[in-house]
């Protein structure tokens, strides 16, 4: 079945430092990704939706400048959190879309700001 | 009204009880749907999607009812490893962006 890796897995850093977060599909390329990221006891929540080879789209109310979305090739795409603070500590989910339009979710990544 | 509603539970149910629990979406226009499960600070993975006609996928069953607006999963003869937060999950739209996620119903299953 389709795979997408998603890595760290489980970063902490300290305040004001950057993070990077990449999503990769494995065995199928993937033109469309999305971010999430998850609350304690809260659903999943669209940060952006990062298309191969151009600009990301951002949800309402996230931040562009601090969440650089990179996506250049098929099957790789990159969150990066900018200068994070401890309110930016959460888990950071990604997906990709197949062909037939079918999710497939990284694992996740914990990210936690001290 | 929320896009998407489902009872955030916990539900605690004896292994081997059948459970069942709906999602609403307001949306009448929605294209799509799913359940995912989420095991605790675990990513999401489908469990099954939901057509029209209803479909089953061993113990579960998934089906939608479009007049009222709401999708129901059932799950028979209960395992302890059914234990997780159950997603409910509704494309508006044509592509993956209209997805939204329902809170979760938390199920425990218990021996």
């Known amino acids: 079945g389709a795979v997408v890796s998603q890595h760290p897995s489980w970063v902490i850093c300290k305040s004001g430092t950057s993070v990077k977060i990449e999503c990769r599909s494995l065995d199928f390329q993937a033109t469309t990704m999305f971010w999430y990221r998850q609350f304690p006891k809260q659903s999943l929540m669209l940060m952006a939706t990062?298309?191969?080879?151009?600009?990301?789209?951002?949800e309402q109310g996230v931040e562009k400048d601090k969440f650089l979305i990179n996506h250049a090739s098929l099957t790789l795409s990159t969150l990066t959190v900018t200068s994070a603070h401890p309110e930016d500590s959460s888990f950071y989910i990604c997906?990709?879309?197949?062909?037939?339009?079918?999710?497939?979710f990284g694992n996740g990544t914990r990210l936690t700001v001290t | 009204r929320k896009e998407v509603e489902q009872d955030p539970g916990p539900f605690n149910v004896p292994e081997g009880a059948t459970v069942a629990f709906n999602c609403t979406y307001s949306n009448s226009a929605s294209q799509s749907f799913f359940w995912y499960r989420q095991d605790c600070r675990k990513e999401p993975k489908l469990l099954m999607s939901v057509y029209s006609s209803g479909n089953e996928d061993g113990r579960f069953t998934a089906q939608l009812n479009r007049a009222s607006q709401y999708i129901s999963l059932l799950i028979r003869d209960s395992k302890l490893s059914d234990s997780a937060t159950y997603l409910c999950?509704?494309?508006?739209?044509?592509?993956?962006?209209?997805?939204?996620f329902g809170k979760g119903t938390h199920l425990i299953i218990q021996p």
């Open positions: 997906s990709a879309e197949d062909r037939f339009r079918a999710l497939h």
């Open positions: 999950v509704v494309n508006t739209g044509g592509g993956a962006d209209g997805l939204t």
């Open positions: 990062s298309n191969e080879g151009s600009k990301a789209t951002y």
